[in-house]
């Protein structure tokens, strides 16, 4: 098990600069740059290894807070319990501003992954229970933004109501704080008269979009700023 | 806790179509849970038997190929989970 995954010493450059994308892809996926997509390129990684990295991190996000948001036993006997997640440990960042510009990588050099990701965006976007297409774009737009996400539009042309406003506090967890998931999360929604179905089709919405946001956010930082700045290194910069 | 959870023995209908659908998908024994039963984390997705081969197809085209190396993969995904405090 990773004690502190922004520490590891993973043993060679190259397995160091995968430990540092799946950092940025999780925690602050803007930050990512040109000179980055250079220094991993030194350590032996080609395009497609990080855009397959990148794609990977995104994806395993999903899992993890699906994992949360159910609770989701073990499957297997171990001899060591894993900790327990500390509620307290603080939110990732919300970026301070939105990206957009064109992209470095790009999903077509993976096809079967580009069109899996966009029947599970079709499937997730473009249906009306047990959430409505308009709740779904509210929680995607808020995602967008908190992950910098320029190729979505903002909320702000949206009319909020206070059942939006609970959606968007339940994704805002979903997406920056998963390991706080818990029945306090969905208690505002049940008494809307969400079930477990509507309740589970939020927390899906929101690591959806999250999944595509945090590629879509990783390959256009990748394309910008100087190949030569100077960066912070991994972690929370 | 948090949200329901239908296991493969309480499932029915489209449920536990995907679920069968999901046992013929070829996987590494490592990947097989020892309780015979659906992995938890497909069973994790229950509430919506749709969303299920949609998440699992997008994971054959990223955890069942490379370019990155089975072990490079799963380095990426344990540093993903371990940040994200997901212990499952």
């Given at each position: 098990?990773?004690a502190?995954?922004?520490?590891?010493?993973?043993?060679?450059?190259?397995?160091?600069?995968?430990?540092?994308?799946?950092?940025?892809?999780?925690?602050?996926?803007?930050?990512?740059?040109?000179?980055?997509?250079?220094?991993w390129?030194?350590?032996?990684?080609?395009?497609?290894?990080?855009?397959?990295?990148?794609?990977?991190?995104?994806?395993?996000?999903?899992?993890?807070?699906?994992?949360?948001?159910?609770?989701?036993?073990?499957?297997?006997?171990?001899?060591?319990?894993?900790?327990?997640?500390?509620?307290?440990?603080?939110?990732?960042?919300?970026?301070?501003?939105?990206?957009?510009?064109?992209?470095?990588?790009?999903?077509?050099?993976?096809?079967?992954?580009?069109?899996?990701?966009?029947?599970?965006?079709?499937?997730?976007?473009?249906?009306?229970?047990?959430?409505?297409?308009?709740?779904?774009?509210?929680?995607?737009?808020?995602?967008?933004?908190?992950?910098?996400?320029?190729?979505?539009?903002?909320?702000?042309?949206?009319?909020?109501?206070?059942?939006?406003?609970?959606?968007?506090?339940?994704?805002?967890?979903?997406?920056?704080?998963?390991w706080?998931?818990?029945?306090?999360?969905?208690?505002?929604?049940?008494?809307?008269?969400?079930?477990?179905?509507?309740?589970?089709?939020?927390c899906?919405?929101?690591?959806?979009?999250?999944?595509?946001?945090?590629?879509?956010v990783?390959?256009?930082?990748?394309?910008?700023?100087?190949?030569?700045?100077?960066?912070?290194?991994?972690?929370?910069? | 806790?948090?949200?329901?959870?239908?296991?493969?023995?309480?499932?029915?209908?489209?449920?536990?179509?995907?679920?069968?659908?999901m046992?013929?998908?070829?996987?590494?024994?490592?990947?097989?849970?020892?309780?015979g039963?659906?992995?938890?984390?497909?069973?994790?997705?229950?509430?919506?038997?749709?969303?299920?081969?949609?998440?699992?197809?997008?994971?054959?085209?990223?955890?069942?190929?490379?370019?990155?190396?089975?072990?490079?993969?799963?380095?990426?995904?344990?540093?993903?989970?371990?940040?994200?405090?997901?212990?499952?």
């Amino acid at each position: 098990m990773i004690a502190d995954a922004r520490s590891v010493q993973a043993g060679s450059p190259r397995l160091q600069a995968l430990v540092e994308i799946a950092a940025r892809v999780t925690i602050e996926p803007w930050t990512m740059s040109r000179h980055m997509l250079k220094r991993w390129y030194e350590a032996g990684l080609s395009a497609d290894d990080v855009l397959h990295a990148v794609a990977l991190s995104a994806y395993f996000g999903h899992l993890n807070r699906i994992a949360d948001a159910v609770g989701v036993p073990l499957d297997y006997e171990v001899r060591t319990l894993p900790p327990h997640a500390d509620p307290m440990e603080p939110a990732w960042p919300e970026a301070p501003k939105s990206l957009s510009g064109r992209a470095a990588l790009e999903l077509t050099s993976r096809p079967a992954t580009a069109n899996a990701l966009n029947d599970w965006r079709n499937y997730m976007f473009h249906r009306d229970a047990p959430l409505t297409r308009r709740q779904r774009t509210v929680i995607a737009r808020h995602v967008a933004v908190w992950l910098g996400d320029g190729g979505i539009s903002p909320p702000d042309d949206l009319t909020i109501n206070p059942l939006d406003d609970a959606l968007r506090m339940l994704a805002h967890e979903v997406t920056l704080a998963p390991w706080r998931l818990s029945d306090a999360s969905f208690a505002t929604l049940r008494e809307a008269g969400f079930d477990d179905a509507a309740l589970f089709d939020v927390c899906a919405t929101a690591t959806s979009a999250g999944v595509f946001s945090r590629i879509a956010v990783a390959f256009t930082a990748l394309g910008q700023g100087r190949a030569s700045s100077v960066d912070a290194g991994i972690g929370v910069s | 806790m948090a949200l329901a959870i239908i296991g493969y023995e309480a499932s029915r209908g489209q449920l536990r179509d995907t679920y069968d659908k999901m046992r013929e998908r070829p996987l590494p024994p490592v990947y097989r849970p020892s309780h015979g039963g659906s992995p938890g984390i497909i069973t994790a997705h229950s509430l919506d038997p749709a969303l299920i081969p949609r998440v699992f197809m997008t994971s054959s085209t990223l955890n069942g190929a490379g370019p990155l190396a089975w072990a490079e993969r799963e380095l990426v995904n344990a540093t993903t989970s371990r940040l994200n405090q997901c212990f499952y």
